[in-house]
């Protein structure tokens, strides 16, 4: 097996990463006179349909969940005509924090509020905001539950209990925000373990986390005892509902089986939930809810001493794009009940083919139960070779570690017809191709995850991912 060296790879990466050095202008300085309006359009354009065929006919994993060119020219519309809005001017822009408040209001509905179950003499009233994604809903949430621990209960030396599968968005929390991360390992059915979870709380546990489902296999946490537990102990219970949180209560109504995951829960205090994501709003928007607004309180930024006038934002940023909350509240009141659970029927119905075609092929494995998120490996071939085979089959699939193993998350793209049972017949082809040349290099994106697995310092590895974003940023 040929050696390579770092700066090799990284050589490597830099020819796949930067494809348009030779064939497009690139500026490291202002020009000097502005260029043609026109010619930077049909640049744009020209470097759109490089890239767009890909993801439209539904060779991504994730990534793009709606992406019919009917929907994205009605987004396109919405964010045309707000592209101006900064909820952070509320006095000028009172449309986008309706927008924003409704967004916030449809979602909490859908996500049980309307039927809390908490004590009914309780101030409980399920609120939110519109945050940038995901992420940013996460942090928020780990921000406010260390902000509301020390304030209420003096807890200086916080810890939140974490299963290992959740987003890296937690881990990410604990290195802003100082809180100490306990992560619970996973059961073989790649859920978070409840014994474990229960003897790890600590008087400094701040919150428990669950999915719903997990990012990497799909599969959803024992949330209704993960958040009882945290009920008991009187500490926060977030959901991670990202990924499901536009889907599974729709699935639920379709007959599929769905444990209670949201506000249905009296121990669920929080709910992170993506509308960039199956809410099919333009790229930049989720929303982060809690139980009652004491808790959001802990979330929002004020001061009244600052030179600059009275100052508050509900979120890590100051001025945001209101037009991007636009196409979340454009998105769902167009799709409605009706459209997202007709999306979310043929996502599923295309889900049981995949997953069905995956267990009638003997070399692989599905990794747990999950319902359109699906990972799967194999006992007896390299996982990440049959990744690799399957990219230069024009799949562009998720790599797993721990167990190695590939996954692929179905979206509206997919349920094209033909396409399952095309993806199905690659990866049959690609299983193939590994099972013939066992030890042939195939050099993508696997090759980096078969390394990791052999190098046992981890440091290696974010060192190398840190010189990836470096090289992101080189022109
Ligand atoms: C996508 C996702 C996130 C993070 O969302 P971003 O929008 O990428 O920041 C968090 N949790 C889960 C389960 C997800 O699928």
């Known amino acids: 097996m040929e050696k ?18 030779d064939s497009f202008p690139s500026y490291t300085r202002l020009p000097h006179r502005g260029r043609n309006k026109h010619v930077i359009l049909a640049e744009m354009q020209e470097l759109k349909s490089r890239e767009e065929s890909k993801w439209k006919d539904g060779f991504v994993s994730g990534a793009v969940y709606h992406g019919d060119q009917e929907h994205i020219d009605f987004l396109n519309k ?36 309307n ?6 003499a309780s101030a409980d009233e399920v609120c939110g905001v519109v945050s940038s994604g995901g992420t940013e809903s996460i942090l928020l949430a780990m921000k406010t539950y260390r902000d509301w621990a020390r304030a209420v209960k003096g807890i200086r030396e916080p810890e939140m209990i974490v299963p290992t599968t959740a987003h890296a968005a937690f881990d990410k929390a604990a290195q802003y925000f100082q809180i100490k991360m306990i992560r619970i390992p996973v059961n073989d059915q790649f859920k978070a373990d409840v014994a474990q979870t229960a003897a790890a709380i600590t008087p400094n546990t701040v919150v428990l986390v669950g999915s719903a489902p997990s990012f990497p296999h799909g599969t959803i946490d024992p949330i209704a005892e993960l958040s009882e537990l945290a009920r008991q102990a009187g500490v926060g219970f977030h959901t991670d509902a990202c990924l499901g949180g536009f889907i599974l209560p729709w699935a639920a109504k379709l007959g599929y089986a769905v444990p209670s995951f949201d506000f249905r829960l009296p121990g669920v205090t929080s709910i992170s939930v993506d509308t960039h994501k199956y809410g099919y709003a ?12 004491q808790l959001r309180r802990h979330q929002f930024y ?36 009706q459209g997202y659970m007709e999306i979310a029927k043929k996502i599923l119905e295309t889900a049981a083919v995949v997953k069905e075609g995956i267990a009638a092929i003997p070399e692989l494995y599905v ?78 994106v696997g090759r980096l995850y078969g390394l990791s697995a052999q190098i046992p310092v981890k440091d290696v590895i974010d060192e190398f991912l840190k010189q990836y974003i470096d090289l992101l940023y080189k022109v």
Not at 4 to 21: A, F, I, S, V
Not at 115 to 120: H, K, N, Q, R, S
Not at 397 to 410: E, F, K, R, T
Request: aromatic residues 8%; hydrophobic residues 40%.
């Open 4 to 21: 390579k060296t770092n700066g090799d790879m990284m050589e490597e990466l830099e020819q796949t990463l930067k494809p348009y050095r």
């Open 282 to 293: 333009a790229k930049g928007s989720s929303v982060i809810l809690y139980r009652n607004p």
């Open 115 to 120: 039927e809390v179950a908490g004590d009914p």
């Open 367 to 444: 990794l747990g139960d999950p319902l359109w998120d699906i990972a799967f490996g194999s006992q007896t071939l390299d996982i990440y070779k049959i990744m690799d085979h399957m990219s230069a089959k024009n799949w562009s699939l998720n790599g797993l570690q721990d167990p190695p193993a590939v996954h692929i998350c179905l979206t509206h793209r997919h349920t094209q017809p033909g396409l399952a049972e095309r993806f199905i017949a690659d990866l049959q082809a690609a299983v193939e191709q590994v099972k013939q040349n066992p030890d042939q290099e195939t050099g993508g």
């Open 78 to 113: 919405v964010y045309a005509l707000n592209s101006q809005s900064n909820p952070l001017h509320s006095d000028v822009w009172p449309s986008t924090t309706k927008f924003e408040a409704e967004v916030v209001a449809m979602t909490a509905h859908m996500l049980g509020a």
């Open 302 to 337: 004020t001061t009244s001493v600052w030179p600059g006038g009275f100052y508050l934002s509900p979120t890590f940023a100051g001025s945001r794009p209101g037009a991007l909350s636009a196409t979340a509240w454009a998105a769902m009141v167009a799709i409605g009940e």
